[in-house]
């Protein structure tokens, strides 16, 4: 350490990192003061307009009201964030014209008086739509040709109706800084279900669910969040959504369709409505209107990402300071979320980072460090969506595990993908990254076919999982979840190794009795099954070809064969 001026630097340096998200609600340079003002009014006009949300007591009333329900009080503030002017554009903290203030009023739910009546009939909860179904969904929107389609609701718990009577009366304290306009000592009686409120997302998409199942949508037994609409007569597919909170993301065709859309449009006020380009769920999406191809980026999130600054001379085995642990665990948080949602290329070198805990040192930080300046260096790498024909849709999938690759431990990873059948007959074919995982293995092993046969059931799983929820998507829900497997032969996957012991042990007949593992036999019992459930292929190739090497070592070659299949956007054909 060069004494307390460096630690001054990290922690300024890790406070300007979350100055960057959220800005202060007061005390800012006149010309931000006065955006941000008008941030916070325009909140709490939307607040103030909406019936059955809020109620304003004054003067005598307020004062009862404090004296007498003082336990029914939750506390409140203002988040205020930047907006681009234009969206998918990058913001200039320093420079105003690039940016808008948006302010939004938030109880503090964790001060809620009613928790565990709440959380024991399940309305702490709500379902959100993962990273699996999100692709899905744009790899169905790009197959089937539709125009992608972004819409915004505006105040979305707003509609959530009013409060419970058994959750009633509740009071908010002004926020600091108070409110545009109002009193400091009026008391604000909150009606309706308002952001921050631990029970609002949950009424709210319980809200949504009601009316999009009113206007003929069907939700997926597999994900709460994704609805397909149908013909009654053919069961053909017109329509897919997908629910985010308040942003969904749709495409369809025909007249079901625009009557299913024009009934969520006459419900809820949407703010905004895009068609081919627009954000949703943290990444910007741009679809060519011509070929319906779909790039989704998360390039402003990378590039927004800055380094840790580690004193000069500092030991690499030197333990981290609580505040350095701190650090780490923020750009482990923000590597984790860019890694899992768009960046494959990044997840092993997370994963990595991440098990440095609970005694990380200070190489751990230099590491992590390294992997942010990657994640800026190659900002621009998207997953493309092509359009890959419904009717020769199906999966492939890359397994492979490095034994003992980290210290004592074996790092495995898999990568699934979206392509056509013609992959299978030697050809070049159309891939699309699906869903990927860097991990550490579970189960400690003692060979290289342990963790490779290890990895690729943990593997074989997730691929029986994604052509469950292509097969609900395409043919129609399940009449019955016991009979779902029936399904998995439609689509037959791919699932690829490099390590030739475990291919041929899955082709031998004898491999259950071959093998002195019992671990590894249940293991390869497993895939064997599997595999056959789906009446899929397993392929070998070598490991120079290997997509998911670069998921389980941090090695230039492989992250660079990963990087150029993204870019290239096709699979070499398989030997």
């Not at 005390?27 to 916070?40: E, R, S, W």
């Not at 380094?307 to 333990?319: A, F, H, L, R």
């Not at 789906?534 to 070592?553: C, F, H, I, Q, V």
Request: net charge positive; charged share 20%.
């Amino acid at each position: 350490m060069n004494g307390p001026i460096d630690i001054d630097v990290l922690k300024a340096d890790y406070l300007q990192k979350k100055m960057e998200k959220e800005l202060p609600h007061s005390n800012n340079d006149p010309p931000l003061q006065k955006m941000i003002d008008l941030g916070k009014a325009a909140e709490w006009k939307t607040l103030s307009e909406k019936p059955n949300v809020l109620k304003i007591h004054y003067g005598q009333a307020a004062k009862k009201i404090r004296a007498e329900s003082s336990h029914r009080f939750i506390g409140s503030r203002f988040v205020i964030t930047r907006k681009a002017i234009e969206e998918g554009q990058d913001i200039n903290p320093h420079d105003l014209a690039t940016l808008q203030c948006k302010g939004r009023w938030c109880l503090q739910g964790h001060l809620n008086p009613d928790p565990e009546l709440k959380a024991s009939e399940g309305k702490l909860q709500s379902p959100t739509l993962n990273q699996l179904s999100r692709t899905t969904l744009m790899q169905i929107i790009a197959s089937f040709g539709w125009d992608l389609q972004l819409g915004d609701i505006k105040g979305a718990f707003l509609e959530a109706g009013m409060l419970d009577e058994r959750f009633r009366p509740l009071f908010a304290h002004q926020p600091p800084g108070g409110i545009p306009n109002l009193p400091k000592d009026a008391v604000i009686e909150v009606l309706g279900n308002v952001y921050g409120q631990n029970d609002a997302p949950a009424s709210w998409f319980a809200t949504f669910r009601q009316t999009a199942v009113e206007a003929g949508w069907i939700q997926s037994t597999l994900d709460a969040c994704l609805f397909t609409l149908r013909c009654p007569v053919s069961n053909r597919l017109e329509g897919i959504m997908g629910v985010h909170v308040d942003d969904t993301a749709l495409g369809g065709s025909g007249p079901r369709f625009e009557k299913a859309v024009a009934a969520l449009k006459a419900r809820f006020p949407y703010r905004k409505w895009r068609a081919n380009s627009g954000e949703f769920c943290g990444a910007f999406y741009t679809q060519c209107p011509k070929t319906k191809q779909i790039v989704m980026s998360m390039r402003q999130f990378a590039h927004g990402m800055k380094s840790v600054n580690i004193p000069k001379g500092s030991p690499s085995e030197q333990p981290l300071e609580s505040y350095q642990v701190k650090l780490l665990r923020g750009v482990n948080g923000s590597l984790n979320w860019l890694a899992t949602q768009s960046r494959p290329d990044l997840a092993a070198q997370t994963s990595m980072s991440q098990q440095a805990f609970p005694h990380p040192k200070i190489h751990h930080l230099r590491q992590a460090s390294n992997v942010v300046r990657r994640a800026r260096i190659h900002g621009n790498l998207a997953v493309t969506f092509v359009p890959i024909d419904p009717a020769e849709l199906t999966l492939v999938c890359h397994s492979d595990a490095a034994f003992a690759s980290v210290g004592v431990h074996t790092q495995a990873g898999f990568i699934v993908g979206f392509t056509s059948k013609k992959l299978n007959d030697g050809v070049e074919a159309p891939w699309v990254p699906a869903t990927w995982k860097s991990y550490k293995l579970p189960r400690a092993v003692s060979s290289t076919l342990a963790a490779e046969s290890q990895a690729m059931s943990t593997a074989s799983g997730t691929v029986e999982w994604v052509s469950l929820l292509l097969s609900e998507i395409i043919d129609g829900p399940f009449q019955d979840m016991r009979y779902c497997k029936d399904a998995l032969s439609r689509r037959p996957p791919i699932l690829v190794t490099d390590c030739k012991s475990l291919y041929d042990h899955l082709m031998s007949a004898s491999a259950r009795t071959s093998i002195e593992d019992r671990r590894t036999s249940i293991d390869v019992v497993i895939i064997r099954d599997s595999i056959r459930s789906m009446s899929g292929s397993l392929r070998w190739e070598p490991t120079n070809r290997m997509l998911a090497d670069a998921l389980t070592k941090d090695q230039g070659d492989p992250l660079d064969l990963l990087r150029a299949c993204m870019k290239k956007l096709v699979l070499p054909n398989l030997p």
